[in-house]
Nanobody
Framework: QVQLVESGGGLVQAGGSLRLSCAAS????????MGWYRQAPGKQRELVAV???????NYADSVKGRFTISRDNAKNTVYLQMNTLKPEDTAVYYC??????WGPGTQVTVSS
């Protein structure tokens, strides 16, 4: 089993920044991809960004140039730096490790 604990969500004004963190523990050996997904009210969960153990990244078009995903393999932690936030970024943000493991989610609210 892998446990994921997210932190860093909150309320911010449009144009502001937040940094999310997700720490993994347990059977983390062998976990390759880690990433962030989000789900807004009434919408499906969608990919935000993903990063491989080697550092390869992939972003949703809607966040390219504004969000940066990074990873510290020694700490089994993945980060999401979110800049120039927009009200449409408001959602619950979920950390994912591998194909099976999800964090409980952290709320991000961007006010206009």
């Amino acid at each position: 089993q892998v446990q994921l604990v997210e932190s860093g969500g909150g309320l911010v004004q449009a144009g502001g920044s937040l940094r999310l963190s997700c720490a993994a523990s347990g059977r983390v050996f062998g976990i390759n991809a880690m990433g962030w997904y989000r789900q807004a009210p009434g919408k499906q969960r969608e990919l935000v960004a993903v990063i491989s153990r080697g550092g390869s990244t992939n972003y949703a078009d809607s966040v390219k140039g504004r969000f940066t995903i990074s990873r510290d393999n020694a700490k089994n932690t993945v980060y999401l730096q979110m800049n120039t936030l927009k009200p449409e970024d408001t959602a619950v943000y979920y950390c994912k490790a591998g194909v099976d493991y999800w964090g409980p989610g952290t709320q991000v609210t961007v006010s206009s």
